[in-house]
C-alpha cells in the first residue's frame, strides 16, 4: 500500500504529496537555512521537525546554531529548536540548551527549553548520562529559588525538576522541608516527587497526603501516586503503598477522593485480582454521578478487566446515551472497544 | 488507520502474473468518541494559596483539576505521556494485518481556576494581629482604595474568560485554550488515523502528535502583551487596575508602594 504523506505548506513552497525521503530532506535543508522567508511558529515548528525526521543527527547539529537566535523575534526558532533536540537528543545537544536556557530572556521559551531538557535527559541512554542529570538538577534548582522566577516559569520548572530522576529527589525534598519553598510550590510537590520515577518517592507523597485534608489537594496526591503504582509490578517497595491506598478507597470521607484513590489503585497490575475492589467499582459505576462516576469508570478501565454482564449492560448504556457528559461515553466506549463481545 | 492508499494484489499462477490495484478512502471516524470535551470550573479551592510576603506568591492560576498541575490534555500517565488516555488494538486478518491503532480515546481538557485565598474578601491575615490582604489594599489612601472587589474580579476573569466572560476570549486563561483549539484542532481527531507495526511505536506517535498540540495551547496562553491589557486590567474603563501591596513579614507591615499586578498571576 502506497503512503500518501501529508501535504506540508511553506509559503509559496507545495511539497507535492508524494516525494521521496533524500528529496524531502534536500528541500526541508534548504528552507531550513532561510527562515526568515517562513512566518508563524507553528509553521516554523512543522518545518523543523519534519526536517529532523528525516535527518535526526544532522537536526541534532543544527539546533543548537538555531539557539543563538537573533533577538526576540526568532524565539518560534529557538521554541522549535528545542523541541527537536528533545525529540532526538544527544548529549552535547542537551548541554547546548540547558546553556541557552540559563541566559534565555524570553520566558516561554525559558520554560519550553526546561521542557525540552527534561525529556532529552529521559530519552537519553543511561551511558550517556554521566553528569548531565546532576547539572540540569542544580540549574532548575537555582532558577526555582530565584526570587524573580515569574511563578508560571517556576511550576514547569519543578515538573521538570522532578524528570531528571534520582537526581532530582533531593532538591525536591529539600524544596518540601522548607516552609516558605513549601507553601508556594505545594500544588506541584506531589506530580514533581512522582515524576522521579523513584520508589521512595511514594511515602514522600504520602506524608504530603497526610498533612492536608484538603479534598482538591489529596486528589492530585492519589493523581501523583498513580503514577508510581503504575510500575507496582517492578517496585515490590510499593506494596506497603498499596494497602494504604486501598484502604483509601472505602475510609476516606470525601466521596471524590475515595473515587481517585480507586482510579490510582485500579492502576496497580495486582488491582485486577482483587475480585472485592472490582466488585466495588462495578457498584459505584451504577450509583454515581459526575467526576465521581468518571473517576469509577477510568478505574474499571484501567483494570484491564472484560466487563461482567451487568456492568456491560450499563456500560452500553452510558456509551449510547445523549444526556451523559461525553468523557463518561467515551471511557464506556473504550471499554467495551477493548473487550468486544465474540459474535459466535 | 491510513486515511486512503493504493491496495495492490498480485497473484501467480501457472507462471501468468496477474496484478491489480484499486484506490481505497477510508473515511475518518467521527462521533463522540473523536472529539474532546473542554471545561473549566471558576474558583475552585477555597483554600489554595500562599501568603502574599512580595516574593512572587501567585494570585491565581488555572491547572488540571484533578492533578493541580499545569497539564491541559488528560489523562496523562506522566509528564507528555498520554498512554492511559488512549486504547489501542493490534488488526487482526485483512490487509492491516498486525498493524496497532487507536480504538478510542479518554481524552478530555478538565481544569480549574484557583484564586488565592489570601488575595480575598475575609481572607486570613498575613500574620496574626495583622490586617488582611483585600481590607488593607482596599482602604481609603492605599493602593486599591475601594476597589478590591473589582481587582479580585479581574483577577478571576483573567484566569477564566476575559472580561466581560467571554468564550474563547483573548483576555483569560481559559478562554485563550478555548481559541487556540479551534487553530490546533482536536486532539483526539488529530490521533484518530495514528497506526504503527508496533504497540510502542504507536504510543509515542500518539504522544508526539498530542504533545505539540499540547505545547501550542501553552504557548498560546502564556502570558504576554494580553496579560496586563485589555478590559480586565487596561487602564481607565477597565474592570481591574493598578498595583496593589503585599506583607513585608520581617517587620510585620505592609510594603510601603504598590507594586504587584497583573504579572503575579
Redesign the interface.
Known amino acids: 500500500?502506497?503512503?500518501?504523506i501529508p501535504l506540508l505548506t511553506l509559503n509559496a513552497i507545495i511539497v507535492p504529496s508524494t516525494i521521496n525521503t533524500s528529496s524531502l530532506e534536500q528541500l526541508l535543508k534548504l528552507a531550513a537555512t532561510d527562515l526568515t522567508s517562513i512566518s508563524g511558529?507553528?509553521t516554523q515548528?512543522e518545518l523543523i521537525?519534519q526536517y529532523a525526521a528525516v535527518n535526526g543527527d544532522v537536526a541534532a547539529q543544527f539546533a543548537p546554531t538555531l539557539l543563538a537566535g537573533v533577538g526576540d523575534a526568532r524565539s518560534g526558532m529557538r521554541?522549535a529548536s528545542a523541541?527537536t533536540i528533545a525529540?532526538r537528543p544527544d548529549a552535547d545537544a542537551v548541554y547546548a540548551l540547558l546553556a541557552a536556557m540559563i541566559v534565555e530572556n524570553d520566558?516561554?521559551v525559558v520554560?519550553?527549553m526546561a521542557?525540552s531538557v527534561?525529556?532529552g535527559i529521559q530519552r537519553l541512554p543511561a551511558t550517556d548520562l554521566q553528569s548531565l542529570a546532576a547539572y540540569a538538577a542544580a540549574q532548575f534548582d537555582t532558577m526555582i529559588r530565584d526570587?524573580?522566577?515569574?511563578?508560571?516559569l517556576?511550576?514547569?520548572l519543578v515538573?521538570s525538576l522532578g524528570?531528571l530522576g534520582s537526581d532530582a529527589l533531593p532538591y525536591l525534598r529539600l524544596l518540601a522541608e522548607t516552609p516558605?519553598w513549601a507553601?508556594?510550590l505545594?500544588?506541584?510537590l506531589?506530580?514533581a516527587l512522582?515524576?522521579t520515577?523513584q520508589p521512595a518517592a511514594a511515602a514522600d507523597i504520602v506524608a504530603l497526603y497526610e498533612a492536608d485534608s484538603?479534598p482538591?489537594?489529596r486528589?492530585?496526591c492519589l493523581?501523583?501516586l498513580g503514577?508510581l503504582t503504575?510500575q507496582g509490578a517492578a517496585l515490590p517497595a510499593l506494596g506497603v503503598q498499596n494497602a494504604w491506598l486501598r484502604a483509601r478507597v472505602e475510609q476516606e470521607a470525601d466521596p471524590r477522593v475515595r473515587a481517585?484513590a480507586a482510579t490510582t489503585y485500579a492502576?496497580w497490575p495486582g488491582a485486577a485480582n482483587d475480585t472485592e475492589f472490582v466488585k466495588l467499582i462495578g457498584q459505584r459505576i451504577q450509583t454515581t454521578t459526575g467526576d465521581e462516576r468518571k473517576a469509577y469508570l477510568?478505574s474499571l478501565?484501567?483494570t484491564l478487566l472484560p466487563p461482567e454482564p451487568s456492568i456491560r449492560t450499563v456500560l452500553e448504556s452510558i456509551a449510547s446515551s445523549q444526556t451523559e457528559?461525553?468523557?463518561h461515553?467515551?471511557?464506556a466506549?473504550?471499554i467495551l472497544?477493548?473487550h468486544p463481545i465474540d459474535p459466535r | 488507520m491510513?486515511?486512503?492508499?493504493?491496495?495492490?494484489v498480485s497473484a501467480s499462477l501457472l507462471g501468468v502474473t496477474c496484478t491489480n490495484s484499486m484506490t481505497a478512502t477510508v473515511a475518518q471516524r467521527s462521533g463522540?468518541?473523536w472529539?474532546t470535551?473542554g471545561s473549566c470550573v471558576e474558583d475552585?479551592?477555597p483554600?489554595?494559596g500562599?501568603?502574599l510576603l512580595g516574593?512572587?506568591?501567585?494570585m491565581g492560576?488555572i491547572?488540571d483539576k484533578?492533578?493541580?498541575?499545569?497539564r491541559i490534555i488528560v489523562?496523562q500517565?506522566?509528564?507528555?505521556d498520554w498512554t492511559?488516555g488512549v486504547?489501542v488494538?493490534q488488526a487482526s486478518g485483512g490487509?492491516n494485518d498486525g498493524l496497532w491503532y487507536v480504538?478510542?480515546?479518554?481524552?478530555?481538557i478538565?481544569l480549574e481556576t484557583v484564586i488565592n485565598k489570601f488575595a480575598k474578601s475575609g481572607g486570613p491575615p498575613p500574620e496574626p494581629g495583622a490586617t488582611n490582604f483585600y481590607d488593607y489594599n482596599n482602604a481609603a489612601g492605599n493602593c486599591i482604595a475601594a476597589d478590591m472587589a473589582d481587582f479580585i474580579q479581574a483577577l478571576k476573569n483573567h484566569e477564566y474568560r476575559g472580561t466581560p466572560s467571554t468564550a474563547k476570549s483573548l483576555e483569560g486563561h481559559f478562554g485563550r485554550i478555548e481559541y487556540a483549539l479551534d487553530?490546533t484542532g482536536d486532539p483526539a481527531q488529530a490521533i484518530e488515523d495514528h497506526a504503527a507495526t508496533s504497540q510502542a511505536a504507536l504510543i509515542s506517535s500518539v504522544n508526539?502528535t498530542i504533545g505539540?498540540i499540547e505545547?501550542?495551547l501553552?504557548?498560546f496562553t502564556?502570558?504576554?502583551t494580553w496579560s496586563d491589557a485589555g478590559p480586565n486590567w487596561g487602564g481607565t474603563g477597565s474592570l481591574g487596575s493598578g498595583t496593589c501591596t503585599e506583607y513585608d513579614i520581617d517587620n510585620s507591615r505592609y510594603y510601603s508602594g504598590c507594586y504587584y499586578g497583573p504579572?503575579?498571576f
Do not use: C
Request: hydrophobic letters at 30%; glycine letters at 4%.
Open positions: 500500500m502506497t503512503m500518501i511558529i507553528q515548528q521537525s521554541i523541541r525529540a520566558q516561554r520554560s519550553t521542557r527534561a525529556a526570587h524573580t522566577t515569574p511563578h508560571e517556576r511550576k514547569t515538573i524528570r516558605a507553601e508556594r505545594h500544588s506541584s506531589p506530580a512522582a515524576e520515577r484538603n482538591g489537594y486528589t492530585s493523581q501523583a503514577m503504575r481517585i492502576k477510568r478501565l484501567a457528559p461525553l468523557t461515553r467515551k471511557i466506549w473504550s472497544a477493548s | 491510513v486515511l486512503s492508499g493504493t491496495v495492490s463522540p468518541t472529539s470535551l475552585n479551592e483554600n489554595w500562599a501568603n516574593m512572587g506568591e501567585p492560576e491547572r484533578d492533578s493541580n498541575i499545569w489523562p500517565t506522566s509528564e507528555d492511559d486504547t488494538r490487509p480504538v478510542g480515546n479518554t481524552l478530555e478538565d487553530l508526539t505539540a505545547d501550542s501553552k504557548l502564556a502570558h504576554g504579572s503575579h
